[in-house]
């Protein structure tokens, strides 16, 4: 399947992106997530962490369809 | 439609380029008895390290659709006559403002809790994030650094 | 003189002639990371009366005295860097400012409970009296009333 | 002792008087508050009512000296 991610704050300046295209095998946001930690080294847990689908928030056993725009939401500092 | 724009009126989050700059209009309705306001400002420290300077980024489309359910929910909870929050997107220097938070009510028991509510819950919910730097030439995402060890 | 010429500056307690016009100066100093504001608004109802306007009367030497222990003493208590208040004096319309309170402080939670603090202060130990007018003709000085029955 | 009084709110539109000067039998501001009820007949008692002399709040068996400033402060509702 392949998806869209955008990346922000910290983890976009660990991997130098602000988006991407990415294609494998997973099926929920939490499958996904592993994936990019393994390829970027993200450090940040799921529970720091939380995941977004077409620009909302979800759960991590979400599932993905092909297309879909996800971002993962590092710890926020809004205020 | 009408209504929609009503709602809109009465609670609205935006997003400002720059330090915020909300106009200060004290009337909104005459059954308002207390407006309470909340103005975030860019302070020369935090956590024992001196800042230089700020720098906001956001995930705009999803920060504006959170925002905007955080002030729709604050005049429904608190039946407030209208509330407003604007917060701050790229450089900011020390004393500049970073978000202002504006809120009529009824009565001031209301206003003062639900000016804090909003607060609370931008600083929790929204995603906007800040990096820091500091007078040594540092600088850091702010809450992102070694989460691994102490949680958020 | 100096110092005395600062404290002043940092808590200060004023009564307006006519609706408040507080300036909105949102930077007082860099340790400043929260501002929080209070305005009292004339409202068009109070205890289910329908109020056409209202009268402020001050007995201004003691009132400027007492108001200006109060914004000294949540200086002191809140640890804030300044804190302002002024109330109106004279014939008040609906909508109009009836008292105005501004609160600096390192972090939101203290800048919270010190506005607070002051306007609850305010309205007990700061000799002002409110008459009211109502769109039914009467007019009566709040809380003056058939207080041998209920108290205040 | 002579004193000189200064109404307020309630207590002025009763009395029809901002100020006066009052000559009479009294130690205490209790004491003065009691004649004054009686004269005027106010009917706020000495728990709806607080004391001044001379600008400042004071207790209610607070001596009195001659020529002080007294006012005897209804209810207020400020803010």
Redesign the interface.
Known sequence: MTVRL?Y???FR?ICQLDQETYCGQFKTVADLYELICKKYQF???M??TRP?IN???CAWDNALQENDLV?F??????? | MSLQNEANTRAKFMLSQGPVHLEYQHSCSPESGALVSFDGLVRNNNEGKDVLRLEYSAYAELALHEGSLIVKEAVDCFALQAALCSHALGVLEIGQLAVSIRVWASHRGEGFEACRWIIDQVKSRVPIWKKESYTDGTCEWVLCQHVGHHGH
């Open positions: 955008r922000f704050a910290a300046e450090t940040l847990n529970q720091q977004a620009d909302r928030f971002v939401i590092p710890p926020v500092a809004g205020g």
